[in-house]
Antibody, heavy 122, light 109 residues
Framework: EVHLVESGGGLVQAGRSLRLSCAASGFTFDDYAMHWVRQGPGKGLEWVAGINWNGADIGYADSVKGRFTIYRDNAKHSLYLQMNSLRVEDTALYYC???????????????WGQGTTVTVSS | QSVLTQAPSASGTPGQRVTISCSGS????????VYWYQQLPGTAPKLLMSRNNQRPSGVPDRFSGSKSGTSASLAISGLRSEDEADYYC??????????FGGGTKLTVL
């Protein structure tokens, strides 16, 4: 069975950094692109970043560009999100998500983790 | 404000057919596949419809998807109480990002 398990969330002050991790199992990790998607309290879904199967192609939402870095370690079946210069508006539940293709530009996600909560205080 | 426009709410009675719409533009829905997600209260989203109208394994055939021009729709027939959830559309936009609709909260009366 396909599983995505996020970790690394927590409470952090504005301006500080946090690194999220996502452990993948149940599928051939390096055959698929991956994403981070977030959901603010009481809000809708917002795409944060995507990375293709080998990490060579990466994209970010404008709201996080220059502050967040997505990367993956295929040997460890893991996806990461390094979040720097955090802002109060980054407070959200962060989901790790699997793309059904090798490229993050498909527009779709076919498997979601349960999410990890990031709270940024002022 | 989302790039894709969805009505914030929809409702229906058990057994009815309900349609949820998603409106975009030529840079997203007009040229790329649309995906739909169902988010039950307190849970992670789940893929409901892939590539405009492809149902993943396990999704009942009461759910169907369609696309025309720069709009897409998700139809639910034979509405059931367990269909009460938030529904989101998503698509790749040529502005180099995945965009989501604002979500439609479906209430089963």
């Amino acid at each position: 069975e396909v599983h995505l398990v996020e970790s690394g969330g927590g409470l952090v002050q504005a301006g500080r950094s946090l690194r999220l991790s996502c452990a993948a199992s149940g599928f051939t990790f390096d055959d698929y692109a991956m994403h981070w998607v977030r959901q603010g309290p009481g809000k809708g879904l917002e795409w944060v970043a995507g990375i293709n199967w080998n990490g060579a192609d990466i994209g970010y939402a404008d709201s996080v560009k220059g502050r967040f870095t997505i990367y993956r370690d295929n040997a460890k079946h893991s996806l990461y999100l390094q979040m720097n210069s955090l802002r109060v508006e980054d407070t959200a539940l962060y989901y790790c998500a699997k793309d059904p293709t090798v490229t993050y530009t498909s527009g779709g996600v076919d498997v979601w983790g349960q999410g990890t909560t990031v709270t940024v205080s002022s | 404000q989302s790039v894709l426009t969805q009505a914030p709410s929809a409702s229906g009675t058990p057994g009815q057919r309900v349609t949820i719409s998603c409106s975009g533009s030529g840079s997203n829905i007009g040229k790329n596949y649309v995906y739909w997600y169902q988010q039950l209260p307190g849970t992670a989203p789940k893929l409901l419809m892939s590539r405009n109208n492809q149902r993943p394994s396990g999704v009942p055939d009461r759910f169907s998807g369609s696309k025309s021009g720069t709009s897409a729709s998700l139809a639910i027939s034979g509405l059931r109480s367990e269909d009460e959830a938030d529904y989101y559309c998503a698509v790749w936009d040529d502005a180099l990002e995945v965009v989501f609709g604002g979500g439609t909260k479906l209430t089963v009366l």
